[in-house]
Structure formats: C-alpha cells, structure tokens
C-alpha cells in the first residue's frame, strides 16, 4: 500500500478520492489552495443577503449513482430530498402557459403517450425522433442529429440539454447529451426525480465528507497552493508548495483534482486540456418562497431558465451565460426578478438580491472542447487526474465530479495490488 496518497484539490472529485481511499486505510493528505472546501459545490455566508446560500444551484437525479454513493460514503445519504417520483413544472413566459412534465418510473415510456404527461401540443412521434440522440457519434453537435426546432425541442430538450452541458445545444456535444439521456431520462421515472440540497450544497456534500476525513485521521490542509511538481522520469519526485519542497517517496501517489488550465501548467511537460468555457449567472433573492411553489421550475422563453425555491430564498439559474457577463448588476437583478414575479405568482418590489457570475464554470461541451479530455491515467506511474473536465463520458457535473474522485481512488488500488 502506498506510504501516502497526495490529493492536491478539495472539490467534489478531490473529496470523492478521499473518502474512498481512507476508508480503504490509505494515508490521505488533501491540499487545498483555497480557505475552504467544496470547489463549485459550496455554501458560505452572503455578507449582502446576510445569510447563507450556495455558490451555484446544483441540481441532482436519482439516476446520479455516484453523487448518492457518494453521500451514502460520507454519512448523508439523507442530505437531499425530492418528490417521490419525477415531476418537472413548468412555464411558458411568452404565452403565461404552465404544464407538468410526469415521467413514469418504468423504462417503458408511456408517459409519452398521455397528454396530461408530456409537453403540451406535442405527440408520441416527437419524441420517437429524439431516439436517434441515443446512438450519435462524439464529434456530432447535438442539433446535427435531432431537429432544433419545434415545441418538443423548444419547451424540453432545449431546457434540460443547455442545464446538462452549459452548452447551447447548437454546438453541444451529441454524445454527452446522449449520456445524459441514457443515464436519467432514458432509463426511466426512477432515474429523474430532482432531488436537491434543501439545507444548502455544503451541509449536504462538504461538512459531512470533512467530518469523515477527520475522524479516519486523513490531513485536510487548506491555503496549500501547489505551484509546481517535479519529475524524474516516470514519476513525480516533489511538490512545491512554498519554499520548501514536499519530497515523495517511490511508493507515494498524487490526485491532481484542480481546474484543467491549473493542472496543465502543473503537470511536467504539459497536459492536453478543455481550453473553451462557459459561464453560468446565478441570482439569489431573500424572501420566503410561496407555500404552493414547487422546489423547481423550468422557465421557457426567459432570461430566467431555473427557478429554485428554499425556504428563505429563491434562486436563478442562468446556463452559456456569456452574453450576460458585462450586464450590470443591478439590470440584472431587476430583469431577473420580473420574470422570478411571474413565475412564483409575487407581487412584490425587489427584495435583497445578489448576483453570483462564474466566468469558467465549466469547460465547454462541444465535441471538439470534449475530444481535449484527458484519461485518468497520465504519463507518470505515480500521478492521477480528477475532475469534471477529465474524460468521463458526462458533461461537467456534480455527477461527472465525484465519478471521476471514484475512479481516481480506484486507480490508486490497484497501483497498491501490484
């Protein structure tokens, strides 16, 4: 067995990898550059809310095996809460017309065939068509193999494929979508009913994973910057976190679990990475949510395209939010907040707000930007890759986060077995 395992980064991959290896008995040692865990997947106090909300809203399908196995390894297995079969609302703003979409838990799709199931004014025929989504090929878009037009598209593929990818679908990777698809939709009812973190991202995946790592005497190191590795042919000889630098002895291993562009300029020699990327606006409003408000809604025809509704605020989400990146703040707050009205039946002023943009959210899921992902495995004996942007075979997800922690843990095993 390794004399120690090197995690450098503490997101959901980084924590995936530590929670499988020290309940395997591996010395874990995580560093982290930041003051705080989680990555993307993160709750902290708001000082212009005056309370706390995540960073982004991520929202999680029963058909996510990993993220549940994931909670179920670090003790949270009730963290998140859903409907008892899948229900998706939603809202038309152009036209103020609201449906429900009821997927039912089989595989067999028969909800296709009722009209108080699917999306109004479509037919089973629409959505026989979207089958061929299922068998594209990795350097197909999505709309070169499904037709972009039409209610079906407009009012549901469109919604739930720019969520998935943070990609407009008009360059959107066919072959990540059709993971997505195969993975939830696809496989049933049972496998899409959203479940979400009504407690808040860090309560539900970071605070219970440290806790864990704690008590299996792992090392948690935050404001640890890693600013370069050295090498010695097949494998990583140091880490470089200040001045003195971090000697590995031939049995230790390194996880690189930090953004592709970190991890290319780390990596001795370089590493092929997703160099496009997209950007995601988050809006936070403090107010209780209506009783009759469901936990989400999908908004058609909007700038808003995700409403979540906590019992103390509600929350926006906004996916290829590029276009949005120079629009002041407050316009945004106040163009957001007219539609959040519409949707949750308020008539009120703007409440506290505030405006979350992240820049590099994700890589961008075109097939050329997924092609650049690369393996687990590097070059180096000793050295793994973790992360959303590493070649999973699902767009950058919670999901694709802690599968790729998982399957970094399990490559550490088996360089222990032999």
Known sequence: MPASVHIVGAGLAGLAAAIRLSAAGFAVTVHEAANQAGGRCRSYHDPALDMMIDNGNHLVLSGNASVLAYLDDVGAGDALSGPPHAIFPFIDLATRERWTLRPNDGRVP??????????????????????????????????????????????????????ALNTDPREGCA???????????????????????????????????????????????????????????????????GDEPLQLRSEDVVILAVPPMVAAALVPGGLPVPTEFRAIVNAHFRLSAPPDLAPITGVVNGLVEWLFAFPDRLSV?????????????????????????????????????????????????????????????????????????TATGLPATIESAVRSGHRAAALVGKMAAH
């Open 317 to 389: 989400t906004i996916s290829a939010a590029d276009r949005l990146l120079e629009t002041p703040r407050e316009t945004l707050a106040e163009q957001i907040w007219g539609e959040v009205s519409i949707v949750a039946g308020i008539e009120a002023a703007l409440p506290r707000w505030q405006i979350v943009r992240e820049r590099r959210a994700t890589f961008a899921a075109t097939p050329t930007e997924n092609a650049k992902r690369p393996p687990a495995e590097t070059r180096y004996k000793n050295l793994v890759l973790a992360g959303d942007w």
């Open 175 to 241: 072959a990540l979508a059709s993971a997505v698809i195969r993975e939830t939709l696809g496989a049933g009812g049972r496998a899409c009913r959203p479940l979400i973190a009504r407690d808040g991202l860090g309560p539900a995946f970071v605070d219970p994973a440290l806790s864990a790592l704690n008590q299996r005497g792992a090392d948690v190191q935050f404001g640890r910057r890693l600013r370069a590795m050295s090498a010695d042919g097949e494998r990583i000889t140091a880490l470089q976190f």
């Open 110 to 163: 028969w909800w296709v065939c009722d009209s108080n199931c699917r999306v109004p004014n479509t037919g089973f025929s629409d959505y026989i068509a979207l089958a061929r989504l299922l068998w594209s090929g990795p350097r197909q878009t999505i709309c070169e193999v499904i037709d972009c037009h039409g209610t079906l598209y407009h009012r549901l593929m469109r919604p739930l494929l720019l969520a």
